[in-house]
């Protein structure tokens, strides 16, 4: 299990994003609204994504991008409503 922990938009919350398992087994967590509710988060996408501009320093990216490969989560795309 991998755990990340990402900054919120406001700059204020830290939500925790989960992954678990390995390619076409992996599956993803996040403890924001969405994520609670069983959707794939912005945070969730951003991730993977390889936008690690919203990590926590100390958080590796690396380990990620080998988990991910030949995963189906990676082929989702997220549409933001402002």
Do not use: T, W
Not at 4 to 24: A, D, H, L, Q
């Amino acid at each position: 299990m991998l755990e990340y922990r990402i900054i919120s938009s406001n700059g204020f919350n830290i939500y925790k994003v989960k992954f678990e398992g390995k390619g076409e087994s992996l599956s993803a967590y996040c403890n924001c609204y969405s994520g609670k509710n069983g959707k794939y988060c912005k945070h969730i996408s951003n991730l993977i994504n390889n936008n690690i501009d919203i990590l926590q320093p100390s958080d590796n990216i690396e380990l990620l991008k080998d988990v991910i490969k030949n995963s189906s989560i990676i082929s989702i795309k997220i549409i933001y409503q402002k």
